[in-house]
Protein backbone atom coordinates (compact mmCIF):
# COMPACT_ATOMS: atom_id res chain seq x y z
CA UNK A 1 0.00 0.00 0.00
CA UNK A 2 1.17 3.25 -0.82
CA UNK A 3 2.11 5.66 1.91
CA UNK A 4 -0.18 8.24 0.31
CA UNK A 5 -2.99 8.12 -2.48
CA UNK A 6 -4.29 10.68 -4.57
CA UNK A 7 -6.21 10.63 -7.63
CA UNK A 8 -4.04 12.35 -10.54
CA UNK A 9 -7.48 13.52 -12.36
CA UNK A 10 -7.79 14.90 -14.55
CA UNK A 11 -10.25 17.16 -12.80
CA UNK A 12 -12.22 19.29 -15.25
CA UNK A 13 -15.01 21.76 -14.09
CA UNK A 14 -16.77 24.79 -15.06
CA UNK A 15 -16.23 28.48 -13.80
CA UNK A 16 -17.46 28.74 -10.34
CA UNK A 17 -18.20 25.08 -9.31
CA UNK A 18 -16.88 23.71 -6.08
CA UNK A 19 -14.03 21.50 -6.23
CA UNK A 20 -13.29 18.72 -3.97
CA UNK A 21 -9.65 17.37 -3.57
CA UNK A 22 -8.66 14.35 -1.61
CA UNK A 23 -5.86 12.16 -0.12
CA UNK A 24 -5.62 8.91 1.61
CA UNK A 25 -2.51 7.83 3.83
CA UNK A 26 -1.68 4.85 5.48
CA UNK A 27 1.13 6.17 8.30
CA UNK A 28 -0.80 6.88 11.39
CA UNK A 29 2.36 8.94 12.83
CA UNK A 30 1.46 11.82 9.74
CA UNK A 31 0.64 14.49 11.69
CA UNK A 32 1.46 17.72 9.44
CA UNK A 33 -0.79 18.02 6.16
CA UNK A 34 0.26 20.43 3.52
CA UNK A 35 -1.86 21.14 -0.09
CA UNK A 36 0.42 22.89 -2.53
CA UNK A 37 -0.07 23.76 -5.93
CA UNK A 38 1.89 23.48 -8.90
CA UNK A 39 1.68 24.97 -12.49
CA UNK A 40 3.26 23.64 -15.02
CA UNK A 41 7.18 22.54 -14.52
CA UNK A 42 7.12 25.50 -11.48
CA UNK A 43 7.82 24.38 -7.75
CA UNK A 44 5.33 23.85 -4.81
CA UNK A 45 3.34 26.42 -3.67
CA UNK A 46 2.23 26.32 -0.20
CA UNK A 47 -1.88 27.01 -0.01
CA UNK A 48 -2.99 25.22 3.05
CA UNK A 49 -0.94 24.03 5.87
CA UNK A 50 -2.64 21.61 8.98
CA UNK A 51 -1.90 20.35 12.03
CA UNK A 52 -3.49 16.99 13.66
CA UNK A 53 -7.27 16.78 12.86
CA UNK A 54 -9.75 19.46 12.01
CA UNK A 55 -10.49 22.16 9.49
CA UNK A 56 -8.93 25.56 8.26
CA UNK A 57 -10.34 28.25 5.93
CA UNK A 58 -8.34 30.68 3.81
CA UNK A 59 -10.63 32.91 1.67
CA UNK A 60 -12.00 30.42 -1.03
CA UNK A 61 -9.81 27.55 0.32
CA UNK A 62 -10.68 24.68 3.25
CA UNK A 63 -8.39 22.35 4.41
CA UNK A 64 -10.03 19.49 6.20
CA UNK A 65 -8.38 16.14 7.83
CA UNK A 66 -9.63 12.85 9.45
CA UNK A 67 -7.58 11.27 11.08
CA UNK A 68 -9.44 8.64 12.33
CA UNK A 69 -10.45 7.87 8.76
CA UNK A 70 -6.97 8.79 7.34
CA UNK A 71 -8.66 11.27 4.77
CA UNK A 72 -7.58 14.75 4.01
CA UNK A 73 -9.36 16.80 1.73
CA UNK A 74 -9.25 20.53 0.16
CA UNK A 75 -12.09 22.33 -1.11
CA UNK A 76 -11.96 25.27 -3.37
CA UNK A 77 -14.92 27.45 -3.86
CA UNK A 78 -16.22 29.75 -6.40
CA UNK A 79 -13.47 28.26 -8.84
CA UNK A 80 -12.09 30.40 -11.00
CA UNK A 81 -9.58 29.37 -14.19
CA UNK A 82 -6.66 30.79 -12.42
CA UNK A 83 -7.10 27.81 -10.13
CA UNK A 84 -5.75 25.67 -12.87
CA UNK A 85 -3.17 23.64 -11.92
CA UNK A 86 -1.71 20.35 -10.02
CA UNK A 87 -2.38 19.80 -6.46
CA UNK A 88 -0.32 18.36 -3.97
CA UNK A 89 -0.74 16.46 -0.73
CA UNK A 90 2.25 16.53 1.47
CA UNK A 91 2.20 15.03 4.72
CA UNK A 92 5.09 14.82 7.72
CA UNK A 93 4.98 12.84 10.54
CA UNK A 94 4.67 14.00 14.05
CA UNK A 95 8.66 13.84 14.69
CA UNK A 96 9.48 16.56 12.79
CA UNK A 97 13.05 16.35 13.26
CA UNK A 98 13.66 16.16 9.69
CA UNK A 99 10.99 17.47 8.06
CA UNK A 100 10.69 14.54 5.40
CA UNK A 101 7.82 15.40 2.98
CA UNK A 102 5.91 12.31 1.56
CA UNK A 103 3.91 13.69 -1.09
CA UNK A 104 0.53 12.26 -3.39
CA UNK A 105 0.55 12.01 -6.81
CA UNK A 106 -1.10 15.21 -7.51
CA UNK A 107 -4.52 16.00 -9.03
CA UNK A 108 -4.61 18.19 -12.15
CA UNK A 109 -7.35 20.37 -12.23
CA UNK A 110 -8.53 22.42 -14.97
CA UNK A 111 -11.49 25.09 -14.38
CA UNK A 112 -13.10 26.35 -17.54
CA UNK A 113 -14.31 29.56 -18.50
CA UNK B 1 9.64 38.67 -0.28
CA UNK B 2 11.98 36.46 0.45
CA UNK B 3 12.17 32.85 -1.77
CA UNK B 4 14.32 30.02 -2.37
CA UNK B 5 15.85 30.83 -5.71
CA UNK B 6 17.71 27.95 -7.96
CA UNK B 7 19.99 28.02 -10.58
CA UNK B 8 20.25 27.05 -13.13
CA UNK B 9 16.31 26.60 -14.41
CA UNK B 10 17.59 23.66 -17.05
CA UNK B 11 20.88 21.98 -17.33
CA UNK B 12 21.20 19.88 -20.38
CA UNK B 13 24.41 17.21 -19.77
CA UNK B 14 25.79 14.02 -21.50
CA UNK B 15 25.28 10.37 -19.52
CA UNK B 16 28.38 10.01 -17.32
CA UNK B 17 29.39 13.69 -16.68
CA UNK B 18 29.25 15.28 -13.22
CA UNK B 19 26.73 18.35 -12.24
CA UNK B 20 25.75 20.58 -9.55
CA UNK B 21 22.66 22.17 -9.46
CA UNK B 22 22.70 25.09 -6.86
CA UNK B 23 19.97 26.93 -4.43
CA UNK B 24 19.89 29.59 -2.44
CA UNK B 25 17.17 29.07 0.72
CA UNK B 26 15.49 31.95 2.35
CA UNK B 27 18.40 33.73 4.74
CA UNK B 28 16.96 33.22 7.94
CA UNK B 29 16.26 28.91 7.18
CA UNK B 30 18.21 25.98 9.35
CA UNK B 31 17.01 22.78 7.14
CA UNK B 32 17.44 22.57 3.28
CA UNK B 33 15.72 19.67 1.39
CA UNK B 34 16.36 18.54 -2.41
CA UNK B 35 13.32 16.83 -3.86
CA UNK B 36 13.29 14.92 -7.29
CA UNK B 37 10.30 14.67 -9.59
CA UNK B 38 10.51 12.56 -12.37
CA UNK B 39 8.27 14.11 -14.93
CA UNK B 40 4.23 12.58 -14.72
CA UNK B 41 5.66 11.39 -10.99
CA UNK B 42 5.06 12.12 -7.49
CA UNK B 43 7.44 14.79 -6.15
CA UNK B 44 9.93 12.72 -4.10
CA UNK B 45 12.39 13.41 -0.83
CA UNK B 46 16.03 13.09 -1.67
CA UNK B 47 18.09 14.50 1.16
CA UNK B 48 17.67 16.89 4.31
CA UNK B 49 20.49 18.73 5.77
CA UNK B 50 21.15 20.48 9.20
CA UNK B 51 23.81 21.87 11.17
CA UNK B 52 25.86 21.34 7.86
CA UNK B 53 25.32 17.55 7.80
CA UNK B 54 22.85 15.19 6.29
CA UNK B 55 20.09 14.67 8.39
CA UNK B 56 18.09 12.18 6.57
CA UNK B 57 18.61 10.18 3.14
CA UNK B 58 16.04 8.28 0.61
CA UNK B 59 17.53 5.08 -0.89
CA UNK B 60 17.27 7.05 -3.93
CA UNK B 61 20.11 9.45 -3.07
CA UNK B 62 22.98 6.98 -3.26
CA UNK B 63 26.93 7.36 -3.62
CA UNK B 64 26.63 9.33 -6.58
CA UNK B 65 24.81 12.32 -4.81
CA UNK B 66 26.31 14.62 -2.19
CA UNK B 67 25.26 17.71 -0.68
CA UNK B 68 26.94 20.56 0.50
CA UNK B 69 26.76 24.25 1.93
CA UNK B 70 30.08 25.38 1.12
CA UNK B 71 29.50 28.72 2.34
CA UNK B 72 26.32 30.74 4.11
CA UNK B 73 24.05 31.23 1.53
CA UNK B 74 24.03 28.55 -1.41
CA UNK B 75 23.31 25.01 -0.62
CA UNK B 76 24.43 22.77 -3.70
CA UNK B 77 23.46 18.96 -5.03
CA UNK B 78 25.93 17.27 -7.10
CA UNK B 79 25.43 13.96 -9.31
CA UNK B 80 28.81 12.50 -10.00
CA UNK B 81 28.05 10.29 -12.78
CA UNK B 82 24.55 11.18 -14.65
CA UNK B 83 22.87 8.65 -15.46
CA UNK B 84 19.47 8.70 -18.27
CA UNK B 85 17.18 7.88 -14.94
CA UNK B 86 18.78 10.74 -13.02
CA UNK B 87 16.98 13.16 -15.50
CA UNK B 88 14.27 14.88 -13.62
CA UNK B 89 13.05 18.66 -11.66
CA UNK B 90 14.98 18.96 -8.84
CA UNK B 91 13.62 21.20 -6.49
CA UNK B 92 15.62 22.84 -3.13
CA UNK B 93 13.18 23.21 -0.30
CA UNK B 94 14.47 25.08 3.34
CA UNK B 95 12.15 26.15 6.53
CA UNK B 96 12.92 27.79 9.54
CA UNK B 97 14.41 25.70 12.12
CA UNK B 98 12.19 27.11 15.49
CA UNK B 99 9.01 25.34 15.19
CA UNK B 100 7.94 26.25 12.07
CA UNK B 101 6.78 23.00 9.42
CA UNK B 102 6.32 24.73 6.50
CA UNK B 103 8.70 23.96 3.52
CA UNK B 104 9.03 26.61 0.75
CA UNK B 105 10.18 25.73 -2.55
CA UNK B 106 12.01 27.12 -5.32
CA UNK B 107 11.40 26.96 -8.82
CA UNK B 108 13.48 23.79 -9.46
CA UNK B 109 16.58 22.62 -11.81
CA UNK B 110 15.35 20.64 -14.77
CA UNK B 111 18.05 18.19 -15.51
CA UNK B 112 18.31 16.53 -19.24
CA UNK B 113 20.58 13.47 -19.45
CA UNK B 114 21.67 12.90 -22.60
Known amino acids: QKEVEQDPGPLSVPEGAIVSLNCTYSNSAFQYFMWYRQYSRKGPELLMYTYSSGNKEDGRFTAQVDKSSKYISLFIRDSQPSDSATYLCAMMDGSGNTGKLIFGQGTTLQVKP | EPEVTQTPSHQVTQMGQEVILRCVPI?????FYWYRQILGQKVEFLVS????????KSEIFDDQFSVERPDGSNFTLKIRSTKLEDSAMYFC????????????FGAGTRLSVL
Open chain 2, 93 to 104: ASKTGTGGNIQY
Open chain 2, 49 to 56: FYNNEISE
Open chain 2, 27 to 31: SNHLY
